[in-house]
């Protein structure tokens, strides 16, 4: 009787998981943690004669580093109760003060949840803003297979993806625009410096922009140029650029005019096996406001795999600190070429999940995925 309600309290704490998953978790978190604290401990730190004389050294900054992270009133508190706690230890008298200091620790750690609570609260809310802000479902064009999927290293992201349509702009004669039917697929990924809540405004900021841009009579080598003069004026400091990869594609003939801004070469896959790289563009966004481009243009062919993805996807880490890598990717992709763009795309996902095992993600992972089929061409609506 007693077994079965120690059994649920168990699961209920480890969420089902196993001791060495437990384990696993802990030391990759502690891990993560550390890494928080690592670069002050590191400069800090003198150059040691002996492992044993950095020991305790490391301890005071460590706890120093960790210290002055609280409020100063949570700070006072903390060394109040460490004082309460180690007076019985020292002294073995006032035992009755381990309680007090206990108390003191567990109040300090109340109080640090309910802000971690409340902070992981509004960073669930900004997330649910920046999903709606990007397409859950690619537009459904006959004989092109759009597959995409973003996956954030903390709650909120600086990846950024889209595809839609640009309306082509004519005029009637009148004082209003014609709207023809759409012919130019626009194709983003992009990636701001960093990762969180910093990449993920100024990605929102860029975004905003781009749709704004995406819908006049303009070029896509224009709109590139524009939009990086609108990041560089957002990038305050000059700290925070974004790489970016936009396509134009004509679904009727399959050709694509693009611009790469100092992102990874997305990978073209002809139907024969060769690799093609799409290189030709210029420096990130928000570096140079007068910053020229160039833009690179090629012919798909039924059958062709195009793959645009970010670098958390091929620099992902194992627990080892070994990167996924291209030549990965390639493999893989060819081992399931032949497949719809979201087999393609789950098969590549599924690839890094398990190299990655239960190594933290330390990026923004994004990847789109794009089949070019035969007959292609004809606009057929979105799907959400």
Same mark, same amino acid.
Request: net charge negative.
């Given at each position: 009787?007693?077994?079965?309600?120690?059994?649920?309290?168990?699961?209920?704490?480890?969420?089902?998981?196993?001791?060495?998953?437990?384990?696993?978790?802990?030391?990759?978190?502690?891990?993560?943690?550390?890494?928080?604290?690592?670069?002050?401990?590191?400069?800090?730190?003198?150059?040691?004669?002996?492992?044993?004389?950095?020991?305790?050294?490391?301890?005071?900054?460590?706890?120093?580093?960790?210290?002055?992270?609280?409020?100063?009133?949570?700070?006072?508190?903390?060394?109040?109760?460490?004082?309460?706690?180690?007076?019985?230890?020292?002294t073995?008298?006032?035992?009755?003060?381990?309680?007090?200091?206990? /108390? &003191?620790?567990?109040?300090?750690? #109340? +109080?640090?949840? @309910?802000?971690?609570?409340?902070m992981? *609260?509004? $960073?669930?809310?900004?997330?649910?803003?920046?999903?709606?802000?990007?397409?859950?479902?690619?537009p459904?064009?006959?004989?092109?297979?759009?597959?995409?999927?973003?996956?954030?290293?903390?709650?909120?992201?600086g990846?950024?993806?889209?595809?839609?349509?640009?309306?082509?702009?004519?005029?009637?004669?009148?004082n209003?625009?014609?709207?023809?039917?759409p012919?130019?697929?626009?194709?983003?990924?992009?990636?701001? /410096? &960093?990762?969180?809540?910093?990449? #993920? +405004?100024?990605? @929102?900021?860029?975004?905003?922009?781009? *749709?704004? $841009?995406?819908g006049?009579?303009?070029?896509?080598?224009?709109?590139?140029?524009?939009?990086?003069?609108y990041?560089?004026?957002?990038?305050?400091?000059?700290?925070?650029?974004?790489?970016?990869?936009?396509?134009?594609l004509?679904?009727?003939?399959?050709?694509?005019?693009?611009?790469?801004?100092?992102?990874?070469?997305?990978?073209?896959?002809?139907?024969?096996?060769?690799?093609?790289?799409?290189?030709?563009?210029?420096?990130?966004?928000?570096?140079?406001?007068?910053?020229?481009?160039?833009?690179?243009?090629?012919?798909?062919?039924?059958?062709?795999?195009?793959?645009?993805?970010?670098?958390?996807?091929?620099?992902?880490?194992?627990a080892?600190?070994?990167?996924?890598?291209e030549?990965?990717?390639?493999?893989?992709?060819?081992?399931?070429?032949?497949?719809?763009?979201?087999?393609?795309?789950?098969?590549?996902?599924?690839?890094?999940?398990?190299?990655v095992?239960?190594?933290?993600?330390h990026?923004?992972?994004?990847?789109?995925?794009?089949?070019?089929?035969?007959?292609?061409g004809?606009?057929?609506?979105?799907?959400?």
């Amino acid at each position: 009787m007693i077994a079965n309600p120690l059994h649920g309290f168990w699961r209920r704490i480890s969420d089902g998981l196993e001791i060495q998953q437990l384990w696993s978790h802990f030391r990759l978190e502690t891990r993560a943690s550390y890494e928080l604290y690592s670069k002050e401990v590191e400069r800090t730190l003198p150059e040691p004669e002996s492992r044993w004389k950095r020991s305790p050294e490391v301890i005071r900054v460590l706890f120093w580093a960790m210290l002055t992270k609280l409020s100063p009133g949570r700070r006072v508190m903390l060394l109040i109760s460490l004082v309460v706690l180690a007076v019985p230890i020292l002294t073995f008298r006032y035992q009755g003060l381990t309680f007090w200091g206990g /108390a &003191g620790l567990l109040i300090l750690l #109340a +109080l640090e949840l @309910a802000d971690r609570v409340m902070m992981k *609260r509004d $960073l669930e809310i900004a997330r649910e803003i920046q999903n709606w802000m990007m397409p859950a479902a690619p537009p459904v064009i006959a004989g092109v297979d759009i597959a995409f999927a973003s996956r954030a290293a903390n709650t909120v992201a600086g990846d950024y993806y889209d595809a839609f349509f640009r309306p082509i702009v004519g005029d009637s004669g009148s004082n209003s625009p014609v709207l023809e039917p759409p012919e130019r697929l626009l194709l983003v990924v992009a990636d701001v /410096a &960093g990762k969180s809540v910093p990449a #993920a +405004l100024l990605m @929102a900021t860029i975004q905003a922009s781009l *749709r704004t $841009l995406a819908g006049l009579p303009i070029s896509l080598l224009e709109l590139v140029e524009r939009l990086n003069r609108y990041v560089c004026a957002q990038n305050v400091g000059g700290c925070r650029f974004t790489t970016a990869f936009l396509a134009e594609l004509q679904p009727a003939t399959g050709r694509l005019t693009y611009v790469n801004a100092g992102h990874n070469f997305p990978v073209l896959r002809r139907s024969t096996g060769a690799v093609e790289r799409l290189e030709f563009g210029g420096l990130p966004l928000g570096i140079m406001p007068q910053a020229r481009y160039e833009c690179g243009n090629s012919t798909l062919a039924a059958g062709d795999l195009l793959l645009i993805f970010t670098d958390g996807l091929v620099e992902a880490e194992d627990a080892n600190e070994g990167e996924f890598g291209e030549p990965r990717m390639l493999a893989i992709a060819d081992t399931i070429y032949g497949k719809s763009a979201a087999e393609v795309l789950n098969g590549l996902m599924a690839s890094v999940d398990a190299f990655v095992g239960l190594a933290r993600q330390h990026d923004d992972i994004t990847c789109m995925v794009l089949r070019f089929e035969a007959n292609a061409g004809r606009f057929v609506g979105s799907a959400g």
